[in-house]
């Protein structure tokens, strides 16, 4: 699944593909169960937060500009198709008056939409909010959501906006000393700085390299991405793994194993 890193890459390249560009109307792929989406004459500018992507439409009549607020699914990424092509699994269709369009694809139709603004439920960015996000967590350590494990809580994104499976890996084996399976609030009140940091420092790096070309997202710029020499523990047939609560497999360092048992 796109996590913050590829969620940014994903909307430089919205940024790429649309430049320069007016969009005459939207149409949706009438196989999928999602909302219509009815706009026209526009531009598009997109911003990511967290593991949501924000497209600006901009009118270039009289209209107000609208915000369509999306969530990548497992794989969704966006493509640019002449007018004599379609990609298949495209679910919506940015037109333009020469019948190119800019292309939302999602094989596994994980992916959503709606008009708006940033879900209210989900927390501050840790790369562009860093300090928003430390304050919204430190303020709520004492909800009963902290006594999970920690390497169970960097998957709210609640309080940890962006991060997901392969980051929380990387970000947890980085901190050497700490145990990854003690409750998130005594975790925090011990390395929160380290924890804090690496939040934010850890995805930066990983889109500056290229995103993490996993499963079904590849890096939209094309070219070889460096993160098979930035994993440290993610995939690491030398790492320890178990199926946390939630299905996903957290992957970490094998000097833990014997505490497991108390998980």
């Excluded at 990511?48 to 999306?70: F, Q, Y």
């Excluded at 495209?90 to 694809?105: D, I, K, R, S, W």
Aim: aromatic share 14%; charged share 30%; proline share 5%.
């Amino acid at each position: 699944m796109p996590e913050l890193a590829e969620l940014k890459l994903t909307a430089d390249y919205v940024n790429f593909l649309s430049e320069g560009k007016v969009f005459s109307h939207i149409t949706k792929n009438p196989e999928h169960k999602w909302k219509e989406v009815k706009f026209n004459d526009f531009t598009i500018r997109a911003e990511s937060r967290g593991k949501e992507l924000k497209l600006k439409l901009d009118p270039v009549g009289g209209e107000e500009s609208r915000d369509l607020i999306m969530t990548m699914g497992m794989g969704g990424n966006f493509q640019w198709a002449d007018k004599d092509t379609q990609i298949k699994h495209t679910h919506l269709f940015f037109h333009t008056p020469g019948n190119e369009h800019l292309a939302f694809v999602d094989i596994r139709r994980f992916g959503k939409w709606k008009w708006g603004n940033w879900n209210e439920s989900r927390g501050p960015d840790p790369t562009t909010e860093y300090e928003d996000f430390r304050v919204n967590v430190i303020r709520n350590l004492g909800k009963v959501s902290f006594n999970k494990p920690i390497y169970e809580m960097l998957m709210d994104q609640r309080y940890f906006n962006g991060i997901g499976n392969y980051l929380r890996a990387e970000i947890l084996y980085r901190i050497p000393g700490a145990n990854p399976f003690l409750s998130a609030r005594e975790f925090i009140v011990n390395h929160g700085d380290r924890l804090f940091e690496l939040c934010k420092d850890i995805p930066l790096h990983v889109y500056e390299i290229g995103g993490g070309t996993i499963k079904d997202w590849e890096n939209p710029f094309g070219g070889k991405s460096n993160i098979s020499d930035f994993m440290k523990c993610y995939g690491n047939p030398d790492m320890l793994r178990l199926s946390d609560r939630g299905g996903r497999t957290f992957w970490y360092d094998p000097k833990w194993k014997l505490e497991t048992v108390f998980v």
